[in-house]
């Protein structure tokens, strides 16, 4: 079981800054593989970021330069530094994690935290 808590989203201006947690726990964490994902308003989900087991991110192409995602394997906590926002940001942010990558990069996974709103105004 693993259990995940997002934090710090939140309301900016267009053009603000959030940095986003998610705080894993559980008695396996070490074997599973984390991501943020995030679902705009009556869009799909789409992949932000994976991150290897030893916490090397590896971004979905289409959000390749938008944000800076980092994780600390000590703490078990995954970040989300998010600068430049924009409007079409606007979302609810996941962090997720799954025992394999493959289906991280799909989207999928057996675990989502409760994920946290970020809204961009213009």
């Known amino acids: 079981q693993v259990q995940l808590v997002e934090s710090g989203g939140g309301s900016v201006q267009a053009g603000g800054s959030l940095r986003l947690s998610c705080a894993a726990s559980g008695n396996t964490l070490n074997g599973y593989y984390f991501g943020w994902f995030r679902q705009a308003p009556g869009k799909a989900r789409e992949g932000i970021v994976t991150f290897h087991l030893d916490g090397t991110p590896t971004y979905f192409d289409s959000m390749k330069g938008r944000f800076t995602a980092s994780k600390d394997n000590l703490q078990h906590t995954l970040y989300l530094h998010q600068d430049s926002l924009k409007p079409e940001d606007t979302a609810v942010y996941y962090c997720?994690?799954?025992?394999?990558?493959?289906?991280?990069?799909?989207?999928?996974?057996?675990?989502w935290g409760q994920g946290t709103q970020v809204t961009v105004q213009s």
């Open positions: 997720a994690a799954d025992a394999s990558l493959l289906r991280l990069r799909r989207n999928e996974a057996d675990y």
